[in-house]
Antibody, heavy 117, light 107 residues
Framework: EVQLVESGGGLVKPGGSLRLSCAAS????????MTWVRQAPGKGLEWVAS????????YYADSVKGRVTIFRDNSKNSLYLQMNSLRAEDTAVYYC??????????WGQGTLVTVSS | EIVLTQSPGTLSLSPGERAILSCRAS??????LAWYQQRPGQPPRLLIY???KRATDIPARFSGSGSGTDFTLTISSLEPEDFAVYYC?????????FGQGTRVEIK
């Protein structure tokens, strides 16, 4: 069974940093591109960043570009999102998702990031 | 950036009725469109990909159609568990975008 478990969320002050992690199991991690998607409270889905199988590509949404870095460790079956210079508008549940044929076919339960003073 | 506009914002229907949800793209995405279902407190679930292909274990009452800029998700007969929010997503370019969602609620 595919499992994606996010961690690392919490309360952080504006301008602060946070690193999110996603532990993957139940599939061959290094055979899939991976993605982060976020959802602000009561709002819709927003794609954040994607990374290729061997980190050959990294794509970012304009809203986070320059402040966020996606990376992965295939030896640990883990995906990460390093977030710096956090703003109130970054407050959201952050989901990691597996890509399959370019689509997001498995999702974690999400981790909540709250940016507030 | 490709903008996806979903309509209606909310659909009020009774169990057993047919639901028709629309997603319109600001420019052609060919068939690179998917639909996701999100129940309260749950992550999204992939329903339809490549505009019309059902994902694994998705019931046959869900169907997708369209290409280019106009797409439709049809639920032929609503079951109680189908009352949820539905999002379309495009991958016409690497810059993924989602629609704003359609809520299907019990009338």
């Amino acid at each position: 069974e595919v499992q994606l478990v996010e961690s690392g969320g919490g309360l952080v002050k504006p301008g602060g940093s946070l690193r999110l992690s996603c532990a993957a199991s139940g599939f061959i991690f290094n055979s899939h591109a991976m993605t982060w998607v976020r959802q602000a409270p009561g709002k819709g889905l927003e794609w954040v960043a994607s990374i290729g199988i061997s980190s050959t590509y990294k794509y970012y949404a304009d809203s986070v570009k320059g402040r966020v870095t996606i990376f992965r460790d295939n030896s640990k079956n883990s995906l990460y999102l390093q977030m710096n210079s956090l703003r109130a508008e970054d407050t959201a549940v952050y989901y990691c998702a597996r890509e399959w044929n370019d689509w997001f076919d498995s999702w974690g339960q999400g981790t909540l990031v709250t940016v507030s003073s | 950036e490709i903008v996806l506009t979903q309509s209606p914002g909310t659909l009020s229907l009774s169990p057993g009725e047919r639901a028709i949800l629309s997603c319109r793209a600001s420019q052609s995405v060919s068939s690179y469109l998917a639909w996701y279902q999100q129940r309260p407190g749950q992550p999204p679930r992939l329903l339809i990909y490549d505009a019309s292909k059902r994902a694994t274990d998705i019931p046959a009452r869900f169907s997708g159609s369209g290409s280019g800029t106009d797409f439709t998700l049809t639920i032929s007969s609503l079951e109680p568990e189908d009352f949820a929010v539905y999002y379309c997503q495009q991958r016409g370019t690497w810059r993924n975008t989602f629609g704003q969602g359609t809520r299907v609620e019990i009338k």
